[in-house]
């Protein structure tokens, strides 16, 4: 019997496109797929979630890696909080959650200073009942240490819980621990996958 769900937060509670955001910010397109693999899928930005390694100190060391796009980096990384969107009202869907009696935390690999700006932007996340963030514990999914810190933390048992995430990877860890589990492929489809969940259906009207 499902009771908790547990929600990731890039590319489920929010999107997360890193290439569509470099294009606004005025990159060429023949880079901006470039430019997001070099900041989003550098050391620097996981340090960050792993490490909570500050803004500033990511910008100087891609910097000095890719002087050639100093400027774009520092806008980039400057205005990387904007990046992140809500789509198809998730405050609706969580708030119909709670009220059938549903406890939600997130569980996200996420640095602090993302994390506190998206909880300041965004109306969805004061439904949450709690959560997990990477950096404040040093480890990131899918170890499977971060699954058993949110069940130790907050008393559950991992069959009674609904874990949502975008990333194969992540799901496999959880579903091996025991956890139901959504492999979402896109933040817009939160709401229907989840009322393909039999135990949810009556709650999302």
């Known amino acids: 019997m499902i009771k908790n769900i547990i929600f990731d937060i890039g590319n489920v ?3 997360y496109r890193p290439e569509e955001f470099i294009l606004k910010l005025g990159a060429e397109k023949r880079f901006a797929l470039s430019l997001a693999k ?3 899928g550098s050391a620097q930005w996981a340090d960050g979630d792993k490490f909570n390694k500050p803004i500033s100190e ?3 060391e891609l910097n000095e890696i890719y002087p050639e796009h100093k400027e774009l980096i520092s806008n980039i990384l400057d205005n990387c909080t904007d990046m992140f969107e809500t789509v198809n009202h998730p405050e609706h869907t969580l708030s119909q959650l709670k009220n059938h009696g549903f406890s939600l935390y997130y569980l996200s690999n996420i ?5 506190n700006s998206l909880i300041n932007k965004h109306e969805a996340f004061k439904y949450f009942d709690g959560g997990i963030a990477s950096y404040a514990y040093n480890t990131v999914k899918p170890d499977e240490r971060i699954y058993h810190i ?4 907050y008393h559950l048992q991992a069959d009674e819980c609904l874990f949502i995430d ?4 992540n799901i496999d860890t959880a579903k091996a621990l025991g956890f139901n589990t959504i492999h979402l ?3 817009e489809y939160l709401r229907d996958e ?3 969940i039999n135990e949810l259906k009556t709650a999302l009207v």
């Open 58 to 60: 990511m910008k100087n």
């Open 166 to 169: 975008d990333l194969e990877k």
């Open 185 to 187: 492929k896109k933040a």
């Open 38 to 40: 070099k900041i989003f």
């Open 13 to 15: 509670m929010v999107t």
């Open 150 to 153: 949110l069940l130790e933390k």
């Open 194 to 196: 989840l009322k393909k």
């Open 111 to 115: 640095s602090e200073f993302v994390l």
